[in-house]
């Protein structure tokens, strides 16, 4: 939403340090997150390709950076399936150095801006708030068989047409570049109100794909 150890404990778990756990889970997302985002400030800056395009080529970076990061970090997924908690702590960090890195990018280059607010996309909270919730227990179910590390790339790229205008349904990465971006159809408390709608989904996601992933045994 890929162990050295993973949070969820296998050979290599970073150990206790709750900041070193956190920087773990965040660092994949934060660095996938403003690559994607420089990709769609250049090309909307220097090149204006069709949406389709900007989305298709940011979704592939996003994917990519995640991967290589993940697997060197020994994140198994974007979160932690043992430890709300350090969800939350993950999700903060994530949303403050994206924000951080988007609104230094948007003073080089640009905010994205025109391809975030392209009318031509369709914006529905529900959209958001659904989609974490299904990219969250299919990656929860995929983490489960040891597969997450191919199927969260896969979950992304096949909704590579909209999911960079939800930041990719993370909810920490929708409310950095959508606070950024400053859409004129969606309000700031929007933006936040979504963004955490999409948090509390993710975790509900999880929750669901755990039971989904409990092995069935016969009485």
């Given at each position: 939403?890929?162990?050295?150890?993973?949070?969820?404990?296998?050979?290599?778990?970073?150990?206790?340090?709750?900041?070193?756990?956190?920087?773990?889970?965040?660092?994949p997302l934060i660095a996938a997150a403003l690559a994607?985002?420089?990709?769609?400030?250049m090309l909307v800056k220097l090149v204006v390709p069709a949406p389709l395009l900007t989305a298709m080529l940011a979704t592939f970076v996003f994917a990519g950076v995640w991967l290589g990061l993940s697997r060197d970090l020994g994140?198994?997924?974007?979160?932690?399936?043992?430890?709300?908690?350090?969800?939350?702590?993950?999700?903060?960090?994530?949303?403050l150095a994206v924000f951080v890195g988007a609104r230094l990018?948007?003073?080089i280059v640009g905010d994205g801006h025109?391809?975030?607010c392209e009318p031509a996309v369709p914006w529905r909270i529900e959209i958001a708030i659904l989609g974490s919730f299904?990219?969250?227990?299919?990656?929860?179910?995929?983490e489960a068989r040891g597969r997450v590390r191919l199927v969260y790339p896969l979950i992304l790229v096949a909704f590579l047409w909209i999911a960079p205008f939800?930041?990719?349904?993370a909810g920490s990465v929708f409310l950095a570049v959508g606070a950024v971006a400053g859409c004129q159809d969606r309000s700031l408390l929007s933006v936040l109100l979504t963004g955490f709608g999409m948090i509390?989904?993710?975790?509900?996601?999880?929750?669901?794909?755990?039971?989904l992933s409990i092995p069935w045994r016969s009485q």
């Open positions: 939403m890929n162990p050295i150890q993973s949070p969820s404990g296998g050979p290599g778990a970073a150990g206790p340090n709750p900041i070193a756990r956190t920087w773990r889970q965040a660092a994607a985002q420089a990709v769609i400030v994140a198994e997924a974007p979160w932690n399936r043992s430890a709300p908690g350090l969800n939350l702590y993950a999700a903060g960090l994530t949303a990018l948007a003073g025109a391809f975030y299904a990219v969250a227990v299919l990656t929860r179910i995929a939800y930041g990719f349904f509390a989904g993710q975790q509900l996601g999880i929750m669901l794909g755990a039971w």
